[in-house]
């Protein structure tokens, strides 16, 4: 089940008031990313998209948190609404390998119950479609993978997996390009603007 686009746009806009930051340009990028990139795909439904693009992050809501954290709440959240559709995007966006990330044992009981519903999966179109534009959508518009996993790396360092990551990455890449017969990088607007803009590295503000 999922929300409308209205409702979806609404719930961003007060989770943006509740923990303000360049996450929400940058979720509401992800689902345009979505919506452009699902309209060239026979198959795929456009709306549904865009709405799950724009609310993959939603569980930041709660504040500044870790992947995990955030992951989670987004998903509890979504649950209880009864936007399933969603909250399975706030749970597998941010784990290209999806069970393969799991090499560990979780040390916090929400991370636990990630593993136990990444690993119960197979990642669809969606999951792959929001994976993907996740990595694309920046809050100052869009930019190409290679820029985007340089900038994920100066704000957290290098974590062991990352460059497993990216290959998934450019697989899913690579797949949905063969699916639109043209490549991601044309649907994108201004993209060959922003991708060369240098931005440094969103702190949160010091309280």
Known sequence: ML?????ALEELRIAGEMNPGPWVKHSLNTGLAALNIAEKIEGMNAEKAYIVGI???IGRRVGIVDIPTHVYAGYEYCMKK???EVARICMTHSYLLMKDEFNYEPKTEHEQK???????????DYDKL??????????????ILEKRFVDVTRRYGIMEGYIKGWE???AIKEELEERMGCSIYDVLPDIGKTTLLTPKPWQPPVK
Not at 3 to 7: D, N, R, V
Not at 136 to 142: I, K, P, T
């Open 168 to 170: 998934v990455a450019f």
């Open 55 to 57: 609310l993959h992050d």
């Open 130 to 143: 929001i994976q993907l534009c996740d990595a694309l959508a920046v809050d100052y518009g869009f930019v």
């Open 3 to 7: 929300p409308t686009k209205e409702e």
């Open 82 to 84: 009864d936007w399933d």
């Open 114 to 124: 990630i593993k136990e519903y990444v690993s119960s999966i197979e990642a669809d």
